[in-house]
Nanobody, 130 residues
Framework: QVQLVESGGGSVQAGGSLTLTCTIT????????MGWFRQAPGQEREGVAT?????????????SYADSVEGRFTITRDVGANTLSLQMIGLRPEDSAMYYC??????????????????WGLGTQVTVSA
């Protein structure tokens, strides 16, 4: 059974930092697309960052970011620990949302506009105060 469990959310002031971690169990595909998405109340879910794994070589990966987080957020994948992380710095009030991680295959590409994934976590809340 595949499970994705997010952690690391919380409340910070603007300019602060948080690191979110998605712990993945039961999903061991050597090629995959994983990502972080967020949804604020009354808004559509939006892609934040994606991490594509193209093979077992450490250099066989690619990342993409939403324009709104480029340069502030960094997505990383630890294959050994089977985790997906999102380091967030320079947080802004508009970054406040429920953050979800997702995992799936590479079919259809791996980019922040993608919405179809095989597995989703239940989310972790991030709140940034002004």
């Amino acid at each position: 059974q595949v499970q994705l469990v997010e952690s690391g959310g919380g409340s910070v002031q603007a300019g602060g930092s948080l690191t979110l971690t998605c712990t993945i169990t039961g999903y061991t595909a050597s090629k995959s697309c994983m990502g972080w998405f967020r949804q604020a109340p009354g808004q559509e879910r939006e892609g934040v960052a994606t991490f594509a794994t193209y093979g077992s070589e450490s250099s066989a990966y690619g990342t993409s970011y939403a324009d709104s987080v480029e340069g502030r957020f960094t997505i990383t994948r630890d294959v050994g620990a089977n985790t997906l992380s999102l380091q967030m710095i320079g947080l802004r009030p508009e970054d406040s949302a429920m953050y979800y991680c997702a995992a799936g295959g590479l079919s259809g590409g791996c980019y922040t506009r993608r919405r179809t994934f095989d597995y989703w976590g239940l989310g972790t809340q991030v709140t940034v105060s002004a």
